[in-house]
């Protein structure tokens, strides 16, 4: 799997959009970009996936650029329980492939 | 909203004890994964279970670990003789199928080994 390197922290106040970056240049033409979030101690959650177009559900954007070497993830209005540890995760999209979390981005959502 | 459940929340048990940690994946899912998170770590990915297979293991995963579903609504983790070193959030997932599709995780069983 490709690695991918995100900023250890971000701070977004609320109300604002969080654009969380993700750097992943060894991506391979068959790999998805996906992001999840942990908040605190409980389970990761599945926030969206993307090939190569721009992908847009109910929580957030992800915009990959052309190039596919890296993505953003955008939290358009950010809440206080938008604060959370966010993984950007490149992985396989044949067979049931694992997840390989890295340490991901922890942002911290200011009232 | 159908959801990953596993029990029990918090597990506590002696170093040299046998556990069994319980998860109810999504009824209609047929992939099914074990990770866990040490604390203050990443998430590690310990198996992945297809058609009552192992699909693929870590190196974490070592003869201590092995992998149930003895039923058609659960799916089980058991560690031998546990140890110190055990100790960390134990997550299940499940997906529905293969390729470009969510995992969707429990809420964690929290072992704790003494």
């Known amino acids: 799997d490709a690695k991918t390197t995100q900023p250890p922290s971000m701070d977004c106040a609320e109300g604002r959009a969080a654009n969380l970056p993700c750097n992943h240049s060894?991506?391979?033409?068959?790999?998805?970009v996906y992001w999840y979030r942990q908040i605190h101690s409980q389970g990761p959650q599945y926030i969206i996936h993307?090939?190569?177009n721009n992908e847009t559900n109910e929580m957030a954007s992800l915009i990959i650029t052309e190039d596919r070497k890296s993505s953003t993830l955008i939290l358009p209005h950010a809440t206080l329980r938008d604060t959370a540890v966010y993984y950007c995760i490149v992985r396989f999209i044949q067979g049931a492939q694992k997840l390989v979390f890295g340490q991901g981005t922890r942002l911290t959502i200011n009232p | 909203e159908p959801e990953v459940t596993q029990t029990p929340s918090h597990q506590v048990t002696q170093m040299g004890q046998e556990v069994i940690l319980r998860c109810v994946p999504i009824?209609?899912?047929?992939?099914f994964y074990w990770y866990r998170q040490i604390l203050g770590q990443k998430v590690e990915f310990l198996v992945s279970?297809?058609?009552?297979?192992?699909?693929?293991k870590s190196e974490i995963f070592d003869d201590q670990f092995s992998v149930e579903r003895p039923d058609g609504s659960n799916f089980t983790l058991k560690i031998r003789s546990t140890k110190l070193e055990d100790s960390a959030m134990y997550f299940c997932?499940?997906?529905?199928?293969?390729?470009?599709?969510?995992?969707?995780f429990g809420p964690g069983t929290r072992l704790t080994v003494l």
């Open positions: 997932a499940s997906s529905e199928r293969e390729g470009p599709y969510e995992q969707f």
């Open positions: 279970f297809y058609n009552n297979e192992i699909s693929e």
């Open positions: 060894t991506i391979s033409g068959n790999e998805y």
């Open positions: 993307g090939l190569k």
């Open positions: 009824s209609n899912h047929l992939y």
